[in-house]
């Protein structure tokens, strides 16, 4: 499953290890929320019942219902919400649109689950009989199934990869206006994406396809060409297969168009424990458009709801930052970039607004129908704590305070200062300035600041050579986002380079002397010892 | 407001190419139940019932269309765009889907071979309320020079979810279940909305922009009718098709 797979439903756990054991960690424990959000009570087997229904009853109706109609009882929380089975519509298949999936393709939804969405892949707890059985239950629930087996698609190769071919699928992509929902940089951000709605009229997102491992049908080339020729059924996502079929465009460039959307993403995102600040000789970036941020590798955050504190959010737009750092012995960058596809608040996204306020407004009261502005939290702790102490995630508290940059798209500002909790914040001027900038759909943030603060009581300083610990906050005002509505991550932290003494670069060439001279002197004495006999 | 009402009306005349098969008149009604396909299916017999709808009141407004983003479709109406939800004109109600609903004999009435046609244009749907018998074929076309995608949305029927990024693109559909109503939609352009009416049988109409309908070919008797508007709701009527071989028949909807 992917990492990102729970985010929406899993809660930061702040426990150690690797950052993707701990991903996986958040992935599951989001899952076990929503499993056993209120799994019905086990009950005699009857001998009537088919075999997948124990398992589904068990396993699958806490989401998706008894009846498979999507509305089990954790549903309230989550959006996208669970399948409804009895319209037979999904959206991952192999099949034209408006067909029904072959078993296949129920079957790799339900082994590898939904990524992007509370869907958790079942191969792992669920033996193959259970699943084949729980696939044929499903479809009970449906009375469009039981006539012939549907055909999947003929769908040909993909061309060899090439950067003219990679162009080319930009061109089409354009042609074909892609961007009209998923935006010029593919974020998501076009014009008609905060009008979208799926078939039960929830608020739906445009994928965000510079993010390929939350695609729910997978982000590989060939899945990603499957999608443009079935279209996902249920969704606004339509079928190019008429494009093809009808000689508007070839088979060719439709493949293009895949590996235009496929070059959109890194392999995986690059999340790490310890974000790395790059110790720079000369200036530090300017802003987040200096090109030399360009030459330094990001470290991914994935985000996750604030389901802690009341009002819970399980619906957050920011699923991940991109974090990239450097230091030059006095201060230290840091550059912050996510997707957003509105710099809030905006009014074309008022709608979308309105419908998530009805889409959530269950959960933990009324959402916000007032955009707030787009936020990002960046926080340390206050104090060095000795050993692994850190402070609670969500703010820190008063033994424990944090101390942090809030950032706020409107006004366009930073306040700086010290926090005991969410939303309890005293400001504390330290120095931090900052640039922002928003552009298709990504926001980014640069903060600068002096590693040694003026005032050490209002600010922590950021030590060379040591792991400070850093954690975010990030909302989007227009997706009902305000207060502890918001996406968080768990600690992780920042390692600032320690500059390399010239000390270093001698060591490697005085050993290569010491061996090719001891090495010459063992040469010669052998060849001596020949030569004597 | 009466005059913006005209003007879009007449508008819509227009990008419906003058109304041809479609923009309001009876669509698998008419003078005999589908006039294109009488030589495969026999109509019960040559009663007519003429029918109007008629509106009382102040009709709602329509909610504007924000085409910024399609100029080409912007610049086909005089000043604001307008979705046609509610369109009266002299006190008579259009797009109102009429069918018989009881006092046929039990069918099955096979599909006819014409093909009613759904154009997009302009940003809009041509007709915006279509009928067809179960089983007949529905042509969609584009007839704007961008993107759209018809995504039908039914319940006991599969739906379908399709592009057309060009102009002159074609799709051929079939309902085969009847069912009252299919909406029809864009979710590039989020305001286009059409609506397939799927009938078991021929017996039924579409309010042209006078208010008025006729469904032919039935023989003399009593019938019971269900009037359809997309946000109207539904009404019931009851007529009855004399010796002569008409019957009259009158639905009110109104603002109350």
């Given at each position: 499953?992917?990492?990102?797979?729970?985010?929406?439903?899993?809660?930061?756990?702040?426990?150690?290890?690797?950052?993707?054991?701990?991903?996986?960690?958040?992935?599951?424990?989001?899952?076990?929320?929503?499993?056993?959000?209120?799994?019905?009570?086990?009950?005699?087997?009857?001998?009537?019942?088919?075999?997948?229904?124990?398992?589904?009853?068990?396993?699958?109706?806490?989401?998706?219902?008894?009846?498979?109609?999507?509305?089990?009882?954790?549903?309230?929380?989550?959006?996208?919400?669970?399948?409804?089975?009895?319209?037979?519509?999904?959206?991952?298949?192999?099949?034209?649109?408006?067909?029904?999936?072959?078993?296949?393709?129920?079957?790799?939804?339900?082994?590898?689950?939904?990524?992007?969405?509370?869907?958790?892949?079942?191969?792992?707890?669920?033996?193959?009989?259970?699943?084949?059985?729980?696939?044929?239950?499903?479809?009970?629930?449906?009375?469009?199934?039981?006539?012939?087996?549907?055909?999947?698609?003929?769908?040909?190769?993909?061309?060899?990869?090439?950067?003219?071919?990679?162009?080319?699928?930009?061109?089409?992509?354009?042609?074909?206006?892609?961007?009209?929902?998923?935006?010029?940089?593919?974020?998501?951000?076009?014009?008609?994406?905060?009008?979208?709605?799926?078939?039960?009229?929830?608020?739906?997102?445009?994928?965000?396809?510079?993010?390929?491992?939350?695609?729910?049908?997978?982000?590989?080339?060939?899945?990603?060409?499957?999608?443009?020729?079935?279209?996902?059924?249920?969704?606004?996502?339509?079928?190019?297969?008429?494009?093809?079929?009808?000689?508007?465009?070839?088979?060719?460039?439709?493949?293009?168009?895949?590996?235009?959307?496929?070059?959109?993403?890194?392999?995986?995102?690059?999340?790490?424990?310890v974000i790395r600040a790059v110790r720079v000789?000369?200036?530090?970036?300017?802003?987040?458009?200096?090109?030399?941020?360009?030459?330094i590798?990001?470290?991914?955050?994935?985000?996750?709801?604030?389901?802690?504190?009341?009002?819970?959010?399980?619906?957050?737009?920011?699923?991940?930052?991109?974090?990239?750092a450097a230091h030059d012995g006095?201060?230290l960058?840091?550059?912050?970039?996510?997707?957003?596809?509105?710099?809030?608040?905006?009014?074309?996204?008022?709608?979308?607004?309105?419908?998530?306020?009805?889409?959530?407004?269950?959960?933990?009261?009324?959402?916000?129908?007032?955009?707030?502005?787009?936020?990002?939290?960046?926080?340390?702790?206050?104090?060095?704590?000795?050993?692994?102490?850190?402070?609670?995630?969500?703010?820190?508290?008063?033994?424990?305070?944090?101390?942090?940059?809030?950032?706020?798209?409107?006004?366009?500002?930073?306040?700086?200062?010290?926090?005991?909790?969410?939303?309890?914040?005293?400001?504390?001027?330290?120095?931090?300035?900052?640039?922002?900038?928003?552009?298709?759909?990504?926001?980014?943030?640069?903060?600068?600041?002096?590693?040694?603060?003026?005032?050490?009581?209002?600010?922590?300083?950021?030590?060379v050579g040591e792991?400070?610990?850093?954690?975010?906050?990030?909302?989007?005002?227009?997706?009902?986002?305000?207060?502890?509505?918001?996406?968080?991550?768990?600690?992780?932290?920042i390692y600032l380079d320690v500059p390399t003494?010239?000390?270093?670069?001698?060591?490697?060439?005085?050993?290569?002397?010491?061996?090719?001279?001891?090495?010459?002197?063992?040469?010669?004495?052998?060849?001596?010892?020949?030569?004597?006999? | 407001?009466?005059?913006?009402?005209?003007?879009?009306?007449?508008?819509?005349?227009?990008?419906?190419?003058?109304?041809?098969?479609?923009?309001?008149?009876?669509?698998?009604?008419?003078?005999?139940?589908?006039?294109?396909?009488?030589?495969?299916?026999?109509?019960?017999?040559?009663?007519?019932?003429?029918?109007?709808?008629?509106?009382?009141?102040?009709?709602?407004?329509?909610?504007?269309?924000?085409?910024?983003?399609?100029?080409?479709?912007?610049?086909?109406?005089?000043?604001?765009?307008?979705?046609?939800?509610?369109?009266?004109?002299?006190?008579?109600?259009?797009?109102?889907?009429?069918?018989?609903?009881?006092?046929?004999?039990?069918?099955?009435?096979?599909?006819?071979?014409?093909?009613?046609?759904?154009?997009?244009?302009?940003?809009?749907?041509?007709?915006?309320?279509?009928?067809?018998?179960?089983?007949?074929?529905?042509?969609?076309?584009?007839?704007?020079?961008?993107?759209?995608?018809?995504?039908?949305?039914?319940?006991?029927?599969?739906?379908?979810?399709?592009?057309?990024?060009?102009?002159?693109?074609?799709?051929?559909?079939?309902?085969?279940?009847?069912?009252?109503?299919?909406?029809?939609?864009?979710?590039?352009?989020?305001?286009?909305?059409?609506?397939?009416?799927?009938?078991?049988?021929?017996?039924?109409?579409?309010?042209?922009?006078?208010?008025?309908?006729?469904?032919?070919?039935?023989?003399?008797?009593?019938?019971?009718?269900?009037?359809?508007?997309?946000?109207?709701?539904?009404?019931?009527?009851?007529?009855?098709?004399?010796?002569?071989?008409?019957?009259?028949?009158?639905?009110?909807?109104?603002?109350?």
């Amino acid at each position: 499953m992917s990492e990102a797979a729970g985010r929406r439903a899993g809660g930061p756990t702040g426990r150690r290890g690797s950052a993707a054991q701990r991903s996986r960690v958040m992935t599951l424990v989001g899952a076990l929320i929503i499993v056993t959000a209120g799994p019905p009570a086990r009950r005699p087997v009857e001998a009537q019942e088919p075999p997948g229904k124990v398992i589904y009853d068990r396993w699958c109706a806490g989401c998706h219902g008894e009846d498979g109609a999507g509305r089990g009882e954790a549903a309230a929380f989550m959006l996208p919400p669970p399948r409804d089975f009895t319209r037979g519509a999904y959206q991952i298949r192999t099949t034209a649109s408006g067909e029904l999936p072959t078993d296949a393709d129920i079957r790799r939804v339900v082994d590898e689950g939904m990524p992007g969405t509370a869907m958790p892949g079942w191969r792992a707890r669920l033996s193959e009989q259970e699943r084949a059985d729980v696939v044929a239950y499903i479809k009970s629930f449906s009375r469009f199934f039981g006539g012939a087996a549907p055909e999947p698609l003929s769908l040909g190769r993909a061309p060899g990869a090439s950067a003219e071919g990679i162009e080319e699928g930009a061109r089409v992509y354009r042609e074909l206006e892609c961007f009209k929902c998923h935006g010029n940089a593919g974020r998501g951000d076009g014009p008609s994406a905060p009008t979208l709605t799926d078939d039960w009229d929830h608020p739906i997102r445009a994928a965000n396809l510079a993010e390929g491992w939350t695609f729910n049908g997978g982000g590989e080339v060939e899945q990603i060409y499957t999608r443009l020729r079935t279209g996902l059924d249920g969704t606004p996502m339509p079928s190019f297969s008429d494009a093809v079929e009808g000689g508007v465009i070839t088979e060719e460039q439709l493949w293009r168009v895949a590996q235009y959307v496929r070059s959109l993403s890194p392999n995986r995102p690059p999340v790490r424990e310890v974000i790395r600040a790059v110790r720079v000789e000369g200036t530090l970036p300017s802003g987040p458009a200096d090109s030399a941020w360009g030459a330094i590798e990001p470290a991914f955050i994935p985000l996750v709801g604030q389901i802690v504190i009341k009002p819970r959010w399980f619906a957050p737009r920011v699923d991940g930052l991109w974090v990239r750092a450097a230091h030059d012995g006095t201060s230290l960058a840091l550059l912050v970039s996510w997707s957003d596809p509105s710099s809030s608040p905006d009014s074309a996204w008022q709608e979308w607004l309105d419908r998530m306020a009805v889409a959530m407004t269950d959960v933990d009261g009324s959402v916000p129908t007032t955009q707030g502005p787009d936020r990002l939290h960046v926080q340390f702790p206050l104090r060095r704590e000795e050993g692994m102490e850190r402070p609670y995630f969500l703010g820190g508290d008063t033994r424990r305070p944090t101390y942090q940059w809030q950032w706020t798209s409107a006004p366009e500002t930073v306040a700086e200062g010290r926090a005991t909790g969410l939303g309890a914040f005293t400001p504390a001027a330290a120095g931090v300035t900052h640039t922002a900038g928003f552009a298709d759909g990504q926001w980014r943030v640069q903060f600068t600041r002096a590693l040694v603060p003026a005032d050490t009581t209002a600010a922590p300083a950021f030590p060379v050579g040591e792991a400070i610990p850093i954690a975010f906050l990030a909302a989007d005002g227009s997706n009902g986002e305000d207060a502890a509505r918001a996406a968080v991550s768990a600690w992780y932290a920042i390692y600032l380079d320690v500059p390399t003494p010239a000390g270093v670069y001698a060591i490697p060439v005085v050993a290569a002397l010491l061996t090719a001279g001891l090495g010459g002197l063992a040469i010669a004495r052998a060849q001596r010892r020949t030569t004597r006999t | 407001m009466r005059r913006t009402w005209m003007a879009m009306g007449l508008v819509l005349t227009i990008a419906c190419g003058g109304g041809e098969g479609a923009g309001g008149e009876s669509a698998g009604g008419g003078e005999t139940p589908d006039a294109g396909a009488q030589a495969s299916v026999a109509p019960l017999g040559t009663g007519t019932i003429s029918g109007v709808v008629m509106f009382e009141g102040a009709p709602p407004a329509n909610p504007a269309i924000d085409m910024s983003e399609e100029p080409s479709c912007a610049a086909r109406y005089s000043g604001q765009a307008t979705d046609p939800v509610v369109m009266v004109s002299g006190g008579r109600l259009a797009n109102v889907f009429v069918r018989v609903t009881g006092g046929l004999p039990a069918g099955p009435y096979p599909a006819p071979a014409r093909k009613p046609t759904i154009d997009q244009a302009g940003c809009l749907y041509h007709p915006r309320v279509v009928g067809v018998v179960a089983g007949q074929s529905l042509e969609i076309v584009n007839s704007d020079s961008l993107l759209h995608n018809i995504k039908a949305v039914p319940t006991a029927n599969r739906g379908f979810n399709v592009s057309q990024p060009r102009a002159g693109m074609m799709r051929e559909h079939t309902f085969t279940e009847p069912e009252v109503m299919v909406p029809v939609e864009c979710s590039v352009h989020g305001w286009m909305k059409a609506y397939v009416g799927v009938v078991a049988h021929p017996y039924f109409a579409t309010s042209a922009e006078d208010g008025t309908f006729t469904i032919g070919g039935l023989p003399p008797g009593t019938y019971q009718l269900e009037a359809w508007h997309e946000s109207l709701g539904t009404k019931t009527g009851e007529v009855t098709i004399g010796a002569d071989g008409a019957g009259t028949v009158a639905f009110t909807y109104g603002t109350m």
